[in-house]
């Protein structure tokens, strides 16, 4: 065999992890949905670009494209997102419970359109009547009343499939605990129960805002503090893969290089946040939440290129994961 055929073929082999191989199946799933995460950013942020050069228009946030030709892309790249986050197993149950709390969250900022008048500009607005919005009033009128029946019929059925989801994880940790001695359950339980708990928790609060009289608050404010909290979940995944790499994953040797990295990514997009919402306010005052929002999905989409190279070889947890109890829910 020749040496350029061998070092090919050793580049394309995954090593061995503890365990048995990673399933090829397995592992070209995984590397697809990690894929297909960075092909839906840069497919909204396409239909952005295009929407802003058909109207000339820039809107004040990334949200205000909801009432845009480009809300299908908007719609449809936070709910896959969001998907993502919340199918993709965690290493610990940190990580996994941040990331799930944030696909939670990712739907939510899609199905509830932002209230703020101050993120619409006129002259990308139409009224139902297919009128271009001339007046501040015609404005507030389209951003306050926008959809609510959509809100309520997609809420509904988020809330609905969620909780039946929950519902069957809690069945499955019941039974493994009485009857199947699942190891992932049984053995490390906080790394099945605390994500679990967590979204229960999410869940139930959401159940409630939309029980509320008059979903006051979900029609005003949902979409503001889903956002803000879909972000600071991410941003703590991100310290807490750190921490992972720093104490070693699934019982290998400490890799401080990476925890550096995920720490000073978490930093970058924490304290960046700040400087790009002095500096905008300067120079872009009525684009700052547009451009606040770009530097973290920017932020996501670095940190979902690194971990993609970092865990290329992954793809299905090996029954030494399993053992160890470091595979998510």
């Given at each position: 065999m020749s040496t350029s055929?061998?070092?090919?073929?050793?580049?394309e082999a995954p090593p061995p992890p503890p365990g048995r191989p990673v399933p090829g199946m397995a592992l070209r799933t995984y590397r697809f949905l990690r894929f297909s995460v960075l092909a839906v950013i840069a497919a909204l942020t396409t239909s952005l670009v295009i929407e802003i050069a058909e109207t000339g228009c820039v809107q004040g946030s990334i949200s205000a494209y909801y009432f845009t030709d480009a809300r299908s892309f908007f719609v449809g790249a936070l709910v896959a997102i969001g998907l993502v986050m919340i199918v993709l197993w965690g290493k610990s149950p940190a990580e996994d419970g941040w990331l799930n709390l944030a696909g939670m969250l990712a739907p939510v900022v899609a199905f509830v359109p932002t209230t703020e008048t101050a993120d619409t500009r006129k002259c990308a607005l139409e009224t139902s009547s297919g009128a271009t919005v001339t007046s501040d009033r015609q404005e507030v009128a389209i951003v306050e009343t926008a959809g609510r029946s959509a809100i309520d019929n997609n809420m509904l059925a988020y809330l609905v499939v969620i909780g039946l989801v929950l519902l069957a994880v809690l069945v499955r940790g019941l039974l493994a605990h009485r009857r199947t001695h699942e190891a992932l359950v049984v053995d490390h339980p906080y790394a099945y129960w605390l994500p679990f708990g967590a979204a229960s928790a999410l869940w139930l609060f959401g159940v409630a805002l939309f029980l509320e009289d008059g979903r006051t608050w979900l029609y005003d404010h949902a979409h503001m503090w889903s956002a803000i909290l879909l972000f600071v979940c991410v941003v703590a995944a991100v310290i807490a893969i750190g921490f992972q790499?720093?104490?070693?994953?699934?019982?290998?040797?400490?890799?401080?290089?990476?925890?550096?990295?995920?720490?000073?990514?978490?930093?970058?997009?924490?304290?960046?946040?700040?400087?790009?919402?002095?500096?905008?306010?300067?120079?872009?005052?009525?684009?700052?939440?547009?451009?606040?929002?770009?530097?973290?999905i920017l932020g996501l989409a670095v940190f979902w290129v690194a971990q993609t190279i970092d865990r290329w070889y992954d793809g299905a947890p090996t029954p030494a994961d399993t053992k160890a109890g470091t595979a998510g829910t």
């Open positions: 055929t061998h070092t090919r073929r050793a580049a790499k720093r104490n070693g994953e699934r019982g290998g040797p400490p890799s401080r290089g990476w925890a550096r990295f995920y720490w000073w990514l978490a930093a970058a997009m924490t304290l960046g946040a700040g400087l790009v919402v002095l500096l905008s306010r300067a120079v872009f005052p009525d684009h700052v939440i547009l451009l606040l929002e770009a530097w973290m």
